[in-house]
């Protein structure tokens, strides 16, 4: 595996070695010793998610305020616009934002670590992703950032408004969301 640090240091682009010929290709996704050792990471994944979506649907920005979840996440039909935010006021990144495109095409992966609010847009006519996550999903810690916060700026590359859940609709503003110490 590659290893490609962000912007945000803590952030990284995971490329797998793909081996392929005529008939396909095979790539190990994930190997716990692999990641430690290269990308530095010991964790241990307790749950693994898989979400389909079609073109136009933004998810997020999405965190816990207890039990913050680590992630790694990876596209395996269609292309994402991936994007990480640190919420940790203690971080010297804190309120930066990283960007990444993934698709089934490119393979990559993104470590986002416990501490940062996830989202992403999708790219292509639909885009199933998966991702496995460092802590169980605790929906009364859930918060949301609003996607459109104009002092996070986050560039999503949109070409029409995008569809959002109810959850999603609803957002924080960052100046008033509720951050991680």
């Not at 986002?112 to 999708?122: R, S, T, W």
């Amino acid at each position: 595996m590659n290893i490609i640090p962000t912007a945000i240091t803590e952030v990284l682009i995971i490329e797998p070695k793909v081996f392929g010929d005529s008939r396909g290709f095979f790539f190990e996704a994930f190997n716990a010793r692999e990641f430690a050792q290269q990308a530095g990471v010991t964790t241990a994944f307790v749950q693994d998610n898989h979400s389909r979506s079609i073109k136009g649907v933004l998810r997020g920005l999405h965190y816990q305020v207890e039990n913050t979840q680590g992630k790694l996440v990876r596209v395996v039909q269609g292309e994402i616009r991936d994007v990480a935010v640190d919420v940790r006021k203690s971080s010297p990144t804190f309120g930066q934002w990283v960007a990444v495109d993934l698709s089934a095409d490119n393979h990559r992966q993104l470590w986002i670590p416990p501490g940062f609010a996830h989202g992403f847009a999708v790219m292509s006519d639909a885009a199933e992703f998966l991702y496995k996550t460092t802590d169980y999903y605790n929906p009364v810690a859930d918060r949301c950032i609003r996607w459109d916060d104009p002092d996070l700026a986050i560039e999503w590359r949109l070409t029409q408004p995008p569809i959002l859940s109810d959850k999603d609709k609803v957002g924080q503003p960052w100046a008033k969301a509720e951050l991680l110490p």
